[in-house]
């Protein structure tokens, strides 16, 4: 049975980006909900991420999770399982949100009760890197089979995140990657970058993780 | 040392992408040169599969390579040890590439002397597929890590393509990962789809990949 609400966001009329989205930024921070936007290619593991995430946060903060997607709403009902408030946002065809989409998404999730909302982007490395959303803070997760090569590749992802996620540590050795030269680059790109390596499998770094949060909600209501 | 070139691709000047790719594919087929657009999600194994279809192919045809990239030139590194011919595109930040786009990029490598060329797409399964390039035929691959449910999520690109490469085959049972799901996902959207399981990096499934190519070669040179 679906206990969540699937919205189709409708394009934006605004020009300026920017100027919305810092306009967001201040409505959420006067009423106390911290935005997180999280970023990462598509099979990443931005879903598994964010059930280790509500587990670990749910008993000290209300959190609602905004699923943004082509199409479909699996991710949606994988998290209403943890008892998170979510909402699936059907962005037809768009392949990243922008401030007035992401405001589309928290008016139809409602944040009233909401202290942590975290918005699952379309999954893309390119295009969601290039529009703010109003958000808090920007994480973005990098999974070991994509490659240490993709902070060469995509560069603009790595330059505007406040956090890089690195999942899917479990299976290191199944792969050839270099996991001191992949932070080589990303810190070359974004010196002042936070890094995690993660498994959203195991829970391993998850810890780490939810403190980084933690924090940075903190931060946000002071 | 770098033997090749880089092409920054200027943004089209066209209203009509389809028209200007059927324009494109008609004079490919003139001049006997194959158009093949491969197309997947960051990391999912594109390179490294161009190199063992490089190998396996070498002996039958010319081959030309264009990799188009926001940025770096990795990838044509990586492609230029195999001898086959090859330029870096640069997009500027643009998430796909259209018709006019990779005409630019075809006239840059240089055709005359290619039977099979190959466009490497920007790493992306969302933009890519709205825009028709002018191909003879379009591939995507998907990777085991990335799991079975992108069919669902980003419908489009699996419904355009006419052969869906599912590599990392190797890794199958460090994920979870349901096979047969996923190839029924495919066909419910792209019942003609020809799907081929691979590993680029054991080469398994090469061979048959390979042959499929022939033949579509051999078919838009009839």
Redesign the interface.
């Given at each position: 049975m679906r206990t969540f609400k699937i919205l189709e966001i409708k394009e934006s009329v605004f020009d300026d980006n920017n100027r919305q989205a810092n306009i967001l930024r201040d409505e959420l921070k006067k009423e106390k909900t911290f935005l997180l936007n999280l970023m990462s290619?598509?099979?990443?593991g931005k879903t598994t991420t964010l059930v280790k995430t509500i587990k670990a946060l749910k008993d000290e903060m209300r959190i609602g999770v905004m699923e943004a997607?082509?199409?479909?709403d699996?991710?949606a009902f994988t998290i209403s399982e943890t008892g998170a408030k979510v909402i699936q946002l059907h962005t037809g065809?768009m392949?990243h949100l922008d401030s007035d989409m992401t405001k589309q998404g928290l008016e139809g999730l409602g944040t009233d009760d909401i202290d942590l909302a975290i918005l699952e982007n379309?999954?893309?490395?390119?295009?969601p890197a290039?529009f703010d959303t109003g958000a808090s803070k920007s994480a973005m997760i990098l999974?070991?089979?994509?490659?240490d090569?993709?902070p060469?590749?995509?560069?603009?992802m790595f330059s505007i995140v406040d956090v890089v996620l690195i999942n899917?540590i479990d299976?290191l050795e199944?792969?050839d990657f270099n996991l001191e030269a992949c932070k080589e680059r990303i810190f070359k790109l974004n010196p002042n970058v936070k890094i995690i390596t993660i498994s959203s499998r195991t829970g391993e770094g998850i810890d780490e993780w939810a403190d980084w949060i933690r924090n940075a909600v903190k931060e946000w209501n002071q």
């Open positions: 290619s598509p099979g990443s997607d082509i199409d479909s699996v991710d065809g392949c379309v999954g893309n490395l390119v295009c290039e999974s070991i089979p994509e490659g090569d993709k060469l590749k995509y560069p603009l899917k299976v199944h792969f």
